[in-house]
């Protein structure tokens, strides 16, 4: 009787050695691997904040993060910012089924935002930033404090677009194709 087991069972063996220590590998990669870097402080404000919801409850902003987010600034009181939410509501339509998230944060009270609402429903969720939101648009970017303004935020929950003014339909598809 022979010592060594035959050849299939020592490829199985073999296989299952190879296997455990890639996967023995791979944990241990991600328990010394060096943390990803911190978002800007400006991204890690706008990630704790709580916005008020028009339903009376807090959306946590950090609901949102962990894939790509378009946040837009506006006002019922605001032409330009009416004008931009049909093509934003489209973009959003066009680009949820790869991952693409759009917030948009009324500069403004319950009362008006809520009946714009009803003649112009959005099919993304709407929170109220309410007076101070003039404020966190400075604090991400926008000195001004202009509206519309929108910025959008990658995966990792870090700026890499800002635009005030309106965006355009076309504008936010490229900006989901980068």
């Known amino acids: 009787m022979s010592a060594t087991p035959p050849l299939p069972r020592r490829l199985l063996l073999a296989g299952a050695g190879v296997g455990a220590a890639a996967l023995g590998a791979a944990f241990a990669w991600r328990r010394l691997a060096p943390p990803a870097l911190p978002a800007s402080p400006a991204a890690q404000a706008f990630w704790q904040r709580l916005f008020p919801g028009l339903d009376g409850t807090e959306l946590d ?50 009362g008006p935002v809520s009946a714009f609402l009803k003649k112009t429903p959005l099919d993304f969720p709407v929170a109220l930033a309410g007076p101070q939101g003039l404020a966190l648009v400075r604090e991400l970017g926008n000195p001004a404090g202009g509206l519309p303004f929108s910025l959008a935020f990658d995966a990792d929950g870090e700026i890499r677009w800002r635009r ?14 980068t």
């Open 61 to 110: 902003a950090a609901r949102w993060r962990g894939r790509p987010l378009l946040v837009n600034f506006w006002a019922t009181w605001c032409p330009p910012c009416v004008k931009e939410l049909p093509e934003i509501n489209q973009f959003y339509n066009e680009a949820k089924g790869r991952g693409w998230q759009v917030l948009g944060l009324a500069v403004d009270q319950a």
């Open 164 to 177: 005030l003014g309106v965006s355009r339909l076309e504008e936010l598809r490229e900006l989901a194709r």
